[in-house]
């Protein structure tokens, strides 16, 4: 989808979009699959340029960052961008003097591709390291047993350093 900026020069615009997102395109290898994303919310004149924000809703599939299992997710953020034209874009040196952490989307056109600015605001609602449940036991990293089915016989290596602590001090 497009945003067209020139609908909300006179009145904001509701706006609403649902995008397909090709798991691959996101290169986050824990994620399984992404239903897809659902936007709305309203694009307002600002000055200088507009403001989009509303709420974005992601969920899908990642894998549990310990034992592997798939994990369903799902989240619902506030999310807003700033459009500003071009011709406004401070130089680097002003950009030192004026430091922010606000993202502005600089503009030449009042066309602006939208489908890329939402994948790129998916890195941060889609979970960094997903568990199947806090208390997950993890994978055995010597054998590669899932712990929360059931205990190996693999000792840890914490349990070697302790047992010669033990005969050390004894
Ligand atoms: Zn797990
Ligand atoms: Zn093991």
């Known amino acids: 989808m497009e945003l067209n900026l020139e609908e909300a020069l006179e009145a904001p615009v509701a706006l609403s979009h649902r995008l397909e997102v090709p798991v691959g395109r996101l290169e986050r290898p ?3 699959s992404l239903e897809p994303v659902e936007f709305s919310g309203t694009l307002q004149k600002a000055e200088p340029g507009f ?24 989240s619902r953020g506030d999310v807003s961008w700033v459009f500003a034209p071009a011709h406004r874009r401070p130089t680097a040196e002003e950009t030192e003097l004026t430091a ?3 993202e502005v989307v600089w503009y030449e056109d009042f066309i602006v591709p939208f489908d890329p600015l939402v994948e790129e605001m998916l890195q941060l609602e889609i979970p ?7 208390e997950c036991k993890g994978l ?12 190996c016989d693999c000792r840890e290596e914490g349990d070697e350093r302790l047992a010669k602590l033990k005969s050390l001090l004894s």
Do not use: H, Y
Not at 56 to 63: D, E, F, K, P, R
Not at 128 to 134: D, G, M, T, V
Not at 140 to 151: K, L, M
């Open 51 to 74: 403001v989009l924000s509303g709420e974005l809703a992601v969920s899908g599939q990642a894998v549990c960052s310990r034992c592997l299992a798939p994990v369903p997710f799902a």
């Open 140 to 151: 055995c990293p010597t054998c590669g047993a899932d712990r929360n089915v059931a205990p």
């Open 100 to 102: 922010t952490d606000l």
């Open 128 to 134: 960094l390291k997903p568990l199947c449940r806090p």
């Open 30 to 32: 824990e994620l399984l």
